[in-house]
């Protein structure tokens, strides 16, 4: 089991940056896929980027180019940097395990992003 607290979130003007924290505890973090995902009141969660074990990453079309996901095995963390950023990616963004292609059911707290225009 991993579990997850995420941290870093906060007020940032449209177009700035922002550096999104990970930080997971339990023995199975360093042979575990990991994954950024953001949630909107009223709707679905969806996937912002993943990273493999050895840090191969896939993101999302939205933030391809500009949101870059890393992972630190020794300190059993994971971050998002994100830059540029829109309104429509200011959401409540967690982090969590994956298991194959699927993502653990058990969500940590999450951490909010707020646009501050």
């Known amino acids: 089991q991993v579990d997850v607290v995420e941290s870093g979130g906060g007020l940032v003007q449209p177009g700035g940056s922002l550096t999104l924290l990970c930080a997971a505890s339990?023995?199975?973090?360093?042979?575990?896929?990991m994954g950024w995902y953001r949630q909107v009141p009223g709707k679905q969660r969806e996937m912002v980027a993943e990273?493999?074990?050895?840090?191969?990453?896939t993101y999302a079309d939205s933030v391809m180019g500009r949101f870059i996901i890393s992972r630190d095995n020794d300190k059993s963390t994971v971050t998002l940097e994100m830059n540029s950023l829109k309104p429509e990616q200011t959401a409540v963004y967690y982090c969590?395990?994956?298991?194959?292609?699927?993502?653990?059911?058990?969500w940590g707290p999450g951490t909010q992003v707020s646009d501050s225009a």
């Open positions: 339990g023995s199975s973090f360093r042979i575990s896929a």
């Open positions: 990273i493999l074990i050895a840090g191969k990453a």
């Open positions: 969590n395990t994956v298991h194959g292609n699927e993502v653990d059911d058990d």
